[in-house]
């Protein structure tokens, strides 16, 4: 079982910066994708960034803006948000993909979301 907590998220003006963690408890290994997700209000959950082993990945409007990365020995996973724009404003999720194994199939568990709200 994977329990995930973000933290971090808040109030700043456009172009200001904001650190999200998320802390996992339970087996997280280096392997396992990762990523941040954000949902604004009517809007579907997207993918904001991604990290795996070996690589990272963006979504296209945060590309140069946004840096995702891990901590694998204290098991948390960070996203660096610079250049802060009003569209930025949404829930922010932490995610994390466990694949199968013999037994089992693959599990997906989600944090209970942070809100950023970019604003002047």
């Known amino acids: 079982q994977v329990q995930l907590v973000e933290s971090g998220g808040g109030l700043v003006q456009p172009g200001g910066s904001l650190r999200l963690s998320c802390a996992a408890s339970?087996?997280?290994?280096?392997?396992?994708?990762m990523g941040w997700y954000r949902q604004a209000p009517g809007k579907q959950r997207d993918l904001v960034a991604g990290i795996t082993s070996g690589s990272t990945n963006y979504a296209d409007s945060v590309k140069g803006r946004f840096t995702i990365s891990r901590d694998n020995a204290r098991n948390t996973l960070y996203l660096q948000m610079n250049s802060l724009k009003p569209e930025d404003t949404a829930v922010y999720y932490c995610?994390?993909?466990?694949?199968?194994?013999?037994?089992?199939?693959?599990?997906?568990?989600w944090g209970q979301g942070t809100q950023v709200t970019v604003s002047s």
């Open positions: 995610h994390v993909h466990v694949p199968g194994g013999t037994y089992y199939g693959p599990r997906d568990y």
């Open positions: 339970g087996t997280i290994f280096s392997f396992y994708a």
